[in-house]
């Protein structure tokens, strides 16, 4: 696809970007469209326009496949921090200003993260707006926001899954400590969450698939509890690979263990308070810095 420069300096439509920014996450011009509710062609009309407008290629596709191009994924953080520009613009204009309670789950992997600075900073540019913060395991939180019991959940769900707004795909490490040795003939002992959460279920998955043999020597209900039997040396755990705390390490080939695959870190937020300014202005907070914001805090 050839595009022609000479257009690149007009502006970017927010409507557009939204467009770019639901295939980024779903790859499908199809699953785009069903989510977006619009057709498959106007997502094409969509792409085709901003690619105009930048005057560059965003994305690669044929028959079976859809790749963002470099600077596809460089537009990634680029369209967020429009988007969210124009809706801080259009709520100041408006007079709209975010008021009440808001309603929030945080995975507690999470909370090492820069989130809670992105909290206090929305809190202080916010200041009608009360938080409820709810820290758990994802499993939980995703049920909570079900059941209308939150109105933002930010954690981990399967990779794929489509659902919520992709924040950040994350590769699976095993870790341990650097004195951690396996005798893969026996039981690989497990420091996990209960058996339900996704973490434990694709150590479960990936031995068994790896024919290994594993047990729970210890079930923890907190990221903090799973750290410390780690460094105790009770049994080892897997995390995301940016999560890794420095009391451990990432266990290597030595250890002769099977691949995890990967995670998504995502946003979903309640559908029945999904359109009110509060939810609208923490959604766009958390986005605009796109997969940093879920790097660990300084």
């Known amino acids: 696809m050839t595009v022609d420069p000479s257009v690149a300096s007009a502006g970017y439509d927010p409507v557009q970007l939204r467009t770019f920014l639901t295939l980024a996450q779903t790859h499908s011009f199809t699953q785009a469209a069903a989510r977006l509710g619009v057709r498959q062609?106007?997502?094409?009309q969509h792409l085709?326009?901003?690619e105009s407008s930048v005057g560059r290629v965003l994305v690669q596709r044929d028959t079976h496949t859809v790749d963002l191009t470099p600077d596809g994924e460089a537009m990634i953080g680029f369209a967020r921090t429009i988007l969210t520009a124009h809706a801080e613009a259009s709520a100041y204009f408006s007079g709209v200003r975010p008021?009440?309670?808001l309603r929030i789950g945080m995975s507690d992997d999470l909370a090492l993260t820069r989130l809670p600075q992105i909290l206090r900073d929305f809190r202080a540019e916010n200041p009608r707006v009360d938080l409820e913060l709810t820290v758990d395991?994802?499993?939980?939180?995703?049920r909570r926001l079900g059941n209308d019991r939150l109105d933002i959940f930010i954690g981990k769900r399967p990779s794929g899954s489509g659902e919520g707004t992709l924040v950040k795909r994350e590769r699976l490490v095993w870790v341990g400590t650097p004195t951690t040795r396996l005798d893969l003939g026996q039981p690989v002992p497990l420091a996990a969450y209960p058996k339900e959460s996704i973490s434990a279920q694709a150590m479960h998955t990936a031995l068994g698939r790896a024919g290994l043999g594993y047990r729970s020597a210890c079930v923890c209900r907190g990221v903090n509890g799973l750290i410390a039997?780690?460094?105790a040396g009770i049994g080892i755990s897997?995390?995301?690979?940016s999560l890794v705390p420095v009391q451990l390490v990432a266990l290597g080939e030595k250890h002769r263990l099977p691949e995890l695959g990967t995670i998504d870190l995502v946003l979903l937020t309640n559908p029945r308070t999904a359109d009110r300014p509060a939810?609208?202005?923490l959604a766009a907070a958390v986005l605009a810095g796109g997969p940093s914001t879920l790097r660990p805090s300084p």
């Open 41 to 44: 062609s106007t997502v094409s």
């Open 137 to 142: 395991q994802s499993g939980t939180l995703h």
């Open 99 to 101: 008021v009440g309670r």
């Open 229 to 231: 039997a780690v460094a």
């Open 238 to 241: 897997c995390l995301a690979a």
């Open 48 to 50: 085709k326009k901003l």
């Open 279 to 281: 939810s609208r202005a």
